[in-house]
Nanobody, 125 residues
């Protein structure tokens, strides 16, 4: 059974940093594309970042380029999103996602099959 559990959200001041974690189980992380999405109140869910199974292709939304980094630790079955220089507009519920097909990331279809429950990130002074 595939399970994804996010943690690490919270309240952070503008300009601060936060690392989100996603513990995965029930599948081999090495063979899956990974992603982070976010959804702010009243807005559509958007793709923040993704990486193919071999990490040979990585995507970042223009709004987070240079500030966010996606990373996987296959030994620990973890997916991370390191966030720095946070802005109030980064406030959202963040979700990790995986899919056995790289096309979900490389083809920008965003058709990821497995999702976590989400973790709230609030950037405010």
């Amino acid at each position: 059974q595939v399970q994804l559990v996010e943690s690490g959200g919270g309240l952070v001041q503008p300009g601060g940093s936060l690392t989100l974690s996603c513990l995965t189980s029930g599948f081999i992380l090495d063979y899956h594309a990974i992603a982070w999405f976010r959804q702010a109140p009243g807005k559509k869910r958007e793709a923040v970042s993704c990486s193919t199974s071999s990490d040979d292709y990585t995507y970042y939304a223009d709004s987070v380029k240079g500030r966010f980094t996606i990373h996987r630790d296959t030994a620990e079955n973890m997916i991370y999103l390191r966030m720095s220089s946070l802005k109030p507009e980064d406030t959202a519920v963040y979700y990790c996602a995986t899919d056995p097909w790289d096309s979900a990331c490389r083809g920008n279809t965003w058709d990821f099959s497995s999702w976590g429950q989400g973790t709230q990130v609030t950037v405010s002074s």
